[in-house]
């Protein structure tokens, strides 16, 4: 029986930058302060972050798990709370950051986990990290599936339009269609600085990965927003 999650830490990563871009810009469009931003870009890029733990109960020294894949999948769903676990343990105290982590897979028809909360019971932060996490997990390549381009991952959205806030979803689809959705991320650790592009495809059919961007036309800084390193910060990991 093959893993059912094999867990890449820079790729989970790389999600959790993704996640953030999407979630200032989705947060700015729907007016919120300028701090209130700020907080909920920190909850994308760590929203995911109990998974590291999880892959260690699954598969490293905490060995809980059945060797059945539906209790792997059980498992898996506890990986938002064990998100909002470490972040706690790590003295992240504001709800905001907590809150938004916690239910990040509550759906808005009450189907999601971990409480199966409805509608505005789901704290804001945490709806708006639903719509963007769900489309960079559409647009990224997975080991099963090719990533989709932006607008059939809006489509494959829009079929499954129930798990979302429809006022945070069309936000989010003025926001990709007005701006796109590439961005030019900044990343610093001590001396060392590295760039990294982020974003999805609009189109069908592009073979080239995130470098081929360059060569779309697109002037660097025209259509390209640099996440500044101030922006996230983080210094959980
Ligand atoms: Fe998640």
């Known amino acids: 029986m093959g893993r059912i999650v094999d867990y890449n830490l820079t790729e989970e990563l790389e999600h959790g930058i993704f996640v953030s871009c999407l979630v200032r810009d989705l947060a700015r469009e729907l007016n919120l302060d300028e701090p209130v ?29 059945s060797p059945l894949v539906v209790e792997e999948m059980k498992y898996v769903r506890m990986h938002s ?5 470490i972040l706690a343990e790590r003295g992240y105290d504001d709800p905001l950051i907590l809150e938004s982590v916690r239910y990040h897979h509550e759906n808005f028809d009450g189907s999601g986990y971990p409480a199966n909360l409805k509608g505005d019971e789901i704290p804001l932060g945490a709806r708006i990290i639903r719509v963007c996490d769900v489309f960079a997990a559409l647009t990224t390549d997975r080991p099963y599936r090719r ?19 429809l006022k945070i979803f069309l936000a989010f689809e003025r926001v990709i269609h007005r701006t796109g959705t590439k961005y030019r991320v900044r990343i610093s650790a001590g001396d060392d600085e590295i760039i990294r592009l982020f ?25 390209e927003r640099v996440l500044h390193e101030s922006d996230t910060a983080p210094s959980i990991i």
């Open 37 to 65: 931003v700020y907080r909920l870009t920190l909850a994308g890029l760590l929203h995911d972050i109990g998974k590291l733990r999880l892959a260690n109960y699954l598969y490293g020294t905490e060995k809980i798990v």
């Open 199 to 223: 974003g999805a495809e609009r189109e069908k059919a592009s073979e080239g990965g995130p470098e081929a961007y360059e060569a779309d036309g697109m002037e660097p800084d025209e259509e």
């Open 81 to 85: 709370m064990l998100s909002y676990d």
């Open 147 to 165: 990533r989709f381009d932006a607008d059939e991952a809006v489509r494959l959205m829009i079929d499954e339009i129930r798990h979302f806030d």
